[in-house]
């Protein structure tokens, strides 16, 4: 299973931008999938993540409330709506696969090539 993910950009504090996770290939595979971001100096973390069904989804507190995950079945594609962006979203973001619906690294693989998302205060 191959996960591209693009939607990144530059924008300012307070604004919105959607991320896509699209799978490629003409079968479609289930399972979770979880978004992850890494800034400089920092290490991956856990963003978000939606389980195969799409009716159950995980965040990372710093994001709760903010970014919504959600799937399109049709189009294969998982997306992660951030709203009220702030400075420190900032990083890279990555989509991979899990199957189990979990916020642990180690459980994701099929790891997509990241995009970036700049935060400008």
């Known amino acids: 299973v191959q996960l591209q993910a693009s939607g990144g950009g530059l924008v300012q504090a307070g604004d919105s931008l959607t991320l896509s996770c699209a799978q490629l290939?003409?079968?479609?595979?289930?399972?979770?999938v979880g978004w992850f971001r890494q800034s400089p100096g920092k290490e991956r973390e856990f963003v978000a993540a939606?389980?195969?069904?799409?009716?159950?989804?995980e965040y990372t507190d710093s994001v709760q409330g903010r970014f919504t995950i959600s799937r399109d079945f049709a189009a294969k594609t998982v997306y992660l709506r951030m709203s009220n962006l702030k400075p420190e979203d900032t990083a890279v973001y990555s989509c991979?696969?899990?199957?189990?619906?979990?916020?642990?690294?180690?459980?994701?693989?099929?790891w997509g090539q990241g995009t970036l998302v700049t935060v400008s205060s």
């Open positions: 939606v389980n195969s069904e799409g009716d159950r989804t």
């Open positions: 991979a696969r899990s199957i189990i619906l979990s916020t642990r690294l180690f459980n994701y693989h099929n």
């Open positions: 290939g003409r079968t479609y595979t289930p399972g979770t």
